[in-house]
């Protein structure tokens, strides 16, 4: 049995300001040590279920944040940029049983900690088929064409409130309690660890590939805090205005709308000036 973890930062322990996943930074720094112990709890916990391997996918910004010399020797990790599934590369060959979504967040225009989707800013709200997309959502969208489901999710109370929506059988496990988009009320990282290992330990059971999912088409829609960044989408073939700040595009599956979904963003980012937006 192979598990994969898809790990995210925003929703780490003790995670609460940008600070504390900016690369670079001193809180950065020092929250890798429990953005690490998150996964390590998870590893634990899957292994502890039965589990015979478990790969570790970083997808957190630069995808290179988590302490390898720090990491469950059992567990191996890919670590960073520039794979053809992003938060979720793994997964398509065929070996993999259940993934975990661990330090996971909301997504854009919505409560939570740190609360975004793919761009911390710029982007307003995020629509698969008509449903509000977090990036959980999204990447179960994925990997449910793949056969595998999402057993476990971590990251804030909110976080898990929206797996429930994508992922109604995973387990979730809440590492702080949400109190605005820089503020929450957070546990120490022993208890999260604690609270996280039991919770992966019983997903293990979930971990049972299934038919792969034939829901497509799949029609994005993306808003915008800015007109040109709508303007600046439509470089993409296939994306077109849908309103002001609004723009959309169909693809016939979610290999296809993520890979769109990352080359949209790519150049709205570009587009986005430092004073301005």
């Not at 992003?86 to 997504?107: C, K, L, N, P, R």
């Not at 979930?206 to 799949?218: K, M, S, Y």
Request: net charge negative; charged share 20%.
């Amino acid at each position: 049995m192979k598990i994969l973890i898809s790990a995210d930062m925003e929703g780490a322990t003790g995670v609460t300001w940008p600070a504390d996943v900016l690369p670079g930074s001193e809180q950065w720094q020092r929250c890798r040590h429990m953005f690490t112990s998150d996964v390590n709890a998870a590893i634990a916990g899957f292994f502890d279920g039965g589990a015979d391997q478990v790969l570790v996918n970083e997808a957190h910004w630069t995808m290179r944040n988590l302490l390898l010399e720090k990491l469950d020797e059992r567990a191996e990790m890919l670590t960073g940029r520039h794979k053809d599934l992003s938060m979720v590369e793994g997964v398509q060959h065929g070996d993999v049983d259940g993934i975990a979504f661990v330090g996971y967040h909301t997504g854009a225009g919505t409560e939570g900690v740190l609360a975004h989707t793919y761009l911390a800013n710029s982007i307003t709200g995020v629509w698969a088929n008509g449903e509000p997309a977090s990036e959980g959502r999204l990447n179960a969208l994925v990997v449910a064409e793949y056969g595998v489901p999402v057993i476990l999710v971590t990251g804030d109370d909110r976080t898990g409130a929206d797996a429930r929506g994508y992922a109604p059988r995973a387990r979730t496990v809440a590492v702080k309690d949400y109190v605005s988009r820089y503020a929450a009320v957070c546990r120490p990282p022993a208890r999260t660890a604690a609270d996280i290992r039991a919770a992966a330990k019983e997903a293990v059971a979930l971990a049972v590939r299934h038919e792969p999912a034939q829901d497509g088409p799949f029609h994005i829609e993306l808003e915008f805090d800015a007109v040109h960044l709508a303007g600046a989408a439509t470089v993409v073939p296939g994306v077109a205005r849908t309103g002001e700040r609004r723009v959309g595009y169909t693809s016939p599956t979610m290999y296809e709308g993520i890979r769109a979904f990352k080359a949209v963003t790519t150049l709205v980012s570009a587009a986005v000036e430092e004073q301005y937006g």
